[in-house]
């Protein structure tokens, strides 16, 4: 079975500190998995995924099949950060979501 | 670019009768579309997988014969939720592929947020 779990609901961190959303999945299969943002009344949108290795807006995220893990990282936060994040996991041929993190960014 | 629109954004309805939502990819074409249920303050769950030209696969749970999708074309996807209920009231999200493996990116929709009196 596929399960992406997202511990915390919500972080709180100030402007310019490290930013760190964790993910840990399971998956008995090589999984994909994947960062999506959703800020404030708009969509859900990619923001980055573990096979492009890249960095989007700053934050990055490393998959780690030892640990099961994908946390996403940013080493100095902005305010226009603040959105609901969410990990998903591709096995067969579906996505499935966390429970989604509520990251807030205070001046 | 990949630009997936949703019609109704809202709509209220009463118990009992049914609600379509019209889920478009406004340009390129998507072989495969998704559908999601969001409760409040929770996560998306997959509903059902729509390939065009074909019947859909719905999820464990999810009713067939309540939930009834339609993908007739490679820009549009329908969902009708037949004799609705209070307990359907939910947040109804839509998702894009352009690829029928979906292993490429799945552009989401705005959502249409549907009440049941």
Redesign the interface.
């Known amino acids: 079975a596929q399960r992406v779990t997202q511990p915390e609901k919500l972080l709180s961190v100030f402007k310019g500190a490290p930013v760190e959303l964790k993910c840990n999945y399971s998956y008995s299969g090589s999984p994909?998995l994947f960062w999506y943002v959703q800020y404030s009344r708009?969509?859900?949108?990619?923001l980055l995924?573990h096979i492009s290795r890249e960095s989007i807006k700053g934050f990055t995220a490393d998959l780690n099949k030892g640990e099961t893990s994908f946390h996403l990282k940013k080493p100095f936060a902005q305010e226009e950060d603040s959105a609901m994040y969410?990990c998903a996991l591709?096995g067969a041929?579906?996505?499935?979501?966390?429970?989604?993190t509520r990251l807030t960014i205070n001046p | 670019g990949a630009v997936?629109s949703q019609h109704p954004s809202w709509v209220i309805c009463k118990s009992g009768t049914s609600v379509k939502i019209e889920c478009r990819s406004l340009d390129f074409q998507a072989t495969t579309m998704?559908w999601y249920r969001q409760f409040p303050k929770?996560?998306?769950?997959?509903m059902a997988?729509s390939n065009e030209g074909s019947k859909a696969t719905y999820?464990q749970g999810v009713e067939k014969d309540k939930f009834l999708i339609n993908h007739a074309s490679l820009t549009l996807s329908t969902l009708t939720v037949t004799s609705a209920h209070p307990e359907d009231s939910s947040f109804y999200?839509c998702?894009a592929s352009t690829t029928a493996?979906?292993?490429d990116?799945?552009y989401?929709?705005?959502?249409t947020r549907l009440t049941v009196l």
């Open positions: 994909e708009q969509r859900l949108q990619l995924r969410y591709k041929q579906k996505l499935v979501f966390g429970q989604g | 997936v998704f929770q996560s998306l769950m997959l997988t999820e999200i998702s493996s979906s292993t990116t799945q989401f929709g705005p959502g």
